[in-house]
């Protein structure tokens, strides 16, 4: 079985490709090599909420500042 630190890489590592797979659908299309670093401006995790809801978010982000 694996040790905790290869299940937590194996567990980033699967998840990062989820992401990818769904950010490659959003216009313009993102990509993400370090989950931490490139979501940490909120850009790229918008994004992926844009797809998965199919709504336009910063629209929205905008209107409720």
């Known amino acids: 079985f694996y040790s905790l630190d290869e299940q937590e890489r194996v567990q980033k590592k699967t998840f ?3 992401v990818n797979i769904y950010l490659s659908l959003h216009e313009p ?7 931490f670093e490139d979501f940490r401006d909120g850009t790229k995790l918008i994004a ?5 809801s199919g709504q336009n978010l910063v629209s ?3 209107k409720i500042r």
């Not at 299309?29 to 989950?35: A, G």
């Not at 992926?48 to 998965?52: C, D, F, G, K, R």
Request: proline content about 0%; glycine content about 0%.
């Open 16 to 18: 990062t490709k989820w």
């Open 48 to 52: 992926l909420l844009e797809v998965l």
């Open 60 to 62: 929205y982000c905008r």
């Open 29 to 35: 299309s993102y990509y993400v090599n370090d989950l």
